[in-house]
């Protein structure tokens, strides 16, 4: 039987502000297991595990945005970002190893005692830089960087404005069969979409994404607000269909 805590249960034991935990629901990157009939927000065992990865990446000093992008994709690797995790704790061991014991030179021999190297973090900075270039590094990644960069906030707008639509068209079929030849052309002119203008979307990827589209948070609302109540699970769906 899976273990439920509720979100204060989780911020004690985690140290995670409910604020925080809150925000994360509400941005898509964790979402309570279910919530309460009073609308209370309730975390199982892979919720918290979940919540695991994000804090260790937010050790490694990842945006918000990037730690949703990583642990949303296919290419995820739990055992890397585990090793990188143990890599920079070691560094932030030796590096507070090296205060401590500056610290004590200082007690011993007088405030004159002068020493800033200890204060170097070059090495902590380095590796935090390698492993976020790691885990950018992937092709989907690079593509995306690459076809995105220059463009304007007026070409941004269009390109948004652009898959609102084909969101408000799945809207409009919603009440269809996901596995319809209409929607499953649909669906196939999103992922044409998004490989034309961000990066290559395989199977693989898009079904990712339909998990993402329904998943809660900002995505869900965008999209049920663009093709009403209920489209980003039929975009689910639709997707889920077409990627078998």
């Keep these: 039987m899976r273990s439920i805590k509720t979100v204060n249960e989780v911020s004690r034991l985690t140290g995670v502000s409910v604020r925080a935990l809150q925000y994360y629901d509400k941005i898509g990157l964790l979402r309570p297991a279910k919530y309460s009939d009073a609308g209370y927000r309730l975390y199982d065992d892979e919720a918290l595990e979940k919540l695991q990865q994000i804090m260790l990446f937010r050790e490694l000093e990842f945006p918000l945005k990037d730690i949703s992008v990583i642990l949303s994709s296919p290419d995820f690797d739990r055992t890397k970002a585990l090793e990188q995790q143990i890599e920079l704790l070691t560094l932030k061991k030796e590096h507070l190893e090296n205060l401590i014991l500056l610290a004590q030179g200082i007690k011993l021999r007088g405030v004159r005692y002068l020493d800033f190297k200890p204060f170097d973090t070059s090495k902590l900075d380095e590796y935090a830089a390698q ?16 076809k995105s960069k220059g463009r304007t906030k007026a070409e941004n707008n269009v390109l948004e404005a652009g898959m609102m639509g084909i969101f408000a068209d799945f809207g409009k079929m919603r009440d269809s069969d996901p596995a319809s030849n209409d929607v499953q052309a649909k669906v196939a002119e999103l992922q044409a979409f998004i490989s034309k203008n961000f990066y290559n979307c395989t199977n693989e990827i898009l079904s990712a994404l339909g998990k993402m589209y329904a998943g809660g948070g900002d995505f869900t609302s965008n999209i049920d607000s663009a093709g009403g109540d209920g489209t980003a699970e039929f975009v689910k769906r639709a997707i889920d269909c077409y990627c078998k």
């Design 131 to 146: 492993a976020k270039e790691s885990w950018g590094g992937t092709p989907a990644y690079r593509e995306y960087e690459e």
